[in-house]
Structures are given as structure tokens and as C-alpha cells.
């Protein structure tokens, strides 16, 4: 079992950044590769960005391309991801994920074992 603490939702402007975190506790945080994913209301969850184990290696969706980044900390069991130049569109709870492995494509939902409980990011225009 993985458990998934996320932080560092909260209210902010047009063109403001917030830095959320994920810390992770249970098994071996550098064996699950891991995502962030984001809900907004009426919508269904998208993926935003994950990163391999390693770190070495980073996937975004093209809608926060250039303006997130993926990162994790090995030794502090915890994901990041730093947003920038953030949009009201960005307005969502935003989950992280863990997978054990991945069958198909990091992007999908279900490829992800664990799943924290979300925090709320809203973005004011």
C-alpha cells in the first residue's frame, strides 16, 4: 500500500505560480512511477504530468506544456509540480498518482494503483 498526502492548493490570480506537493508513505516511493491529474467540475479527469522513476524522464499534456513542471524527490518520497503563468481554465482538484507499472501509456487513468485525495487549485481571472 501507498498512501498519497497532496498540498499546496489554493486560490490565486491570473498569472500567479503555486508549487503543489506530494508526499507518499508505505512501500518504495522510487519504484511507481508518478502523475498528476486534475478534475474540474462537470468534467471528467484528465492527466496533467508524470515522471518516471528515476526522474529521468517527464510527460505533460499539451495544455500545461511550458508552463508545469514534473519533479520528485527520491529521498524526501515526494512529487512535485511547479505551476506557473497559471489560467482560470487551470481551476480544478488536482490529484497525484502512483503505478507500480505501466501497461499501455502513463496517461491513462487506469494505469495508476494509488490515488491521493486531491487538493483544490483555483485560479481567479
Known amino acids: 500500500q501507498v498512501q498519497l498526502v497532496e498540498s499546496g492548493g489554493g486560490l490565486v490570480q491570473a498569472g500567479d505560480s503555486l508549487r503543489l506537493s506530494c508526499a507518499a508513505s508505505?512501500?518504495?516511493?522510487?519504484?511507481?512511477?508518478m502523475g498528476w491529474f486534475r478534475q474540474a467540475p462537470g468534467k471528467e479527469r484528465e492527466f496533467v504530468a508524470a515522471?518516471?522513476?528515476?526522474?529521468?524522464?517527464?510527460d505533460y499534456a499539451d495544455f500545461v506544456k511550458g508552463r508545469f513542471t514534473i519533479s520528485r524527490d527520491n529521498a524526501k518520497d515526494t512529487v512535485y509540480l511547479q505551476m506557473n503563468s497559471l489560467k482560470p481554465e487551470d481551476t480544478a482538484v488536482y490529484y497525484c498518482?502512483?503505478?507500480?507499472?505501466?501497461?499501455?501509456?502513463?496517461?491513462?487513468?487506469?494505469?495508476?494503483?494509488?490515488w491521493g485525495q486531491g487538493t483544490q487549485v483555483t485560479v481567479s481571472s
Open positions: 508505505g512501500r518504495i516511493f522510487s519504484s511507481y512511477v
Open positions: 498518482a502512483a503505478a507500480r507499472t505501466i501497461a499501455t501509456s502513463w496517461r491513462g487513468i487506469d494505469e495508476y494503483d494509488y
Open positions: 515522471i518516471r522513476r528515476s526522474g529521468g524522464s517527464t
